[in-house]
């Protein structure tokens, strides 16, 4: 069965440094997948994406991802985070066959402290 | 702003009734999707239409519908309504069918079933 997970709900970090989001697939056919972050009260915003090349993959708001086939990952990286990247994190996979039909991981809730 | 527009941003209604959801598109895309984000299901992806015609379907219910309209936007039909079905919907559009188009995100409707 397709899945994705997001092992972390909570993530607490302090601003100024690194995140690390971790986010793993199962999926049949050659995934497309996503990162997309949601603030409060907004819709979710696409911060990067891989469907193929270069496995490290460089997103707006100086978030980066790295593709990882060998352990079916796909997780999110940022070196210095800001107050205002506190927000929640969805990955998403997608595949060729599938319409544009989108399976979301649960998400994670990333907070953070001055 | 992502383009995506919804209409209404809140809704509160009583068990029974029916609502409809409205969605209109970025300019010149084709392609929208309907999901339902609640605190139990997470994100959940419900139907496509691309070009006026249902594309995909994934978790919804027979109560509900969608149809595209030929000025491209889409409404969401909920009928006898649940409480369960408290939940913010989220309607996306993107350029074309593939999976590896970037799908841009409404603000989303909060709907509460009373």
């Known amino acids: 069965a397709q899945s994705v997970t997001q092992p972390d709900i909570h993530i607490t970090v302090s601003e100024g440094a690194s995140l690390e989001l971790r986010c793993n697939y199962s999926?049949?056919?050659?995934?497309?997948l996503f990162w997309y972050v949601q603030s409060p009260g907004q819709g979710l915003q696409l911060l990067l994406k891989?469907?193929?090349?270069?496995?490290l993959v460089q997103g707006i708001k100086g978030f980066e991802a790295e593709f990882k086939r060998s352990q079916s990952s796909f997780n999110l990286r940022k070196p210095s985070v800001h107050w205002s990247d506190a927000a929640e994190y969805f990955c998403?996979?997608?595949?060729?066959?599938?319409?544009?039909?989108?399976?979301f991981g649960a998400g994670t809730q990333v907070v953070v402290t001055p | 702003d992502s383009g995506v527009t919804q209409t209404p941003k809140h809704l509160i209604t009583a068990t029974g009734q029916r609502v409809t959801l409205r969605c209109s598109p970025r300019?010149?895309?084709?392609?929208v999707y309907w999901y339902q984000q609640s605190l139990d299901q997470g994100l959940q992806f419900l139907i496509q239409?691309?070009?006026?015609?249902?594309?995909a379907k994934g978790n919804i219910l027979e109560r509900f519908s969608a149809q595209q309209f030929p000025d491209l936007h889409s409404e969401l039909n909920l009928s006898s309504l649940e409480l369960g079905d408290s939940a913010l919907y989220f309607c996306?559009?993107?350029?074309?069918?593939?999976?590896?188009?970037?799908?841009?995100f409404g603000p989303g409707t909060r709907l509460t079933v009373l």
């Open positions: 996306a559009s993107s350029a074309r069918l593939a999976s590896y188009n970037e799908q841009f």
């Open positions: 999926y049949g056919a050659t995934p497309y």
């Open positions: 891989y469907f193929s090349g270069d496995t």
């Open positions: 998403a996979v997608g595949a060729q066959d599938s319409w544009g039909k989108l399976q």
């Open positions: 300019s010149g895309d084709l392609s």
């Open positions: 239409y691309y070009n006026g015609e249902e594309r």
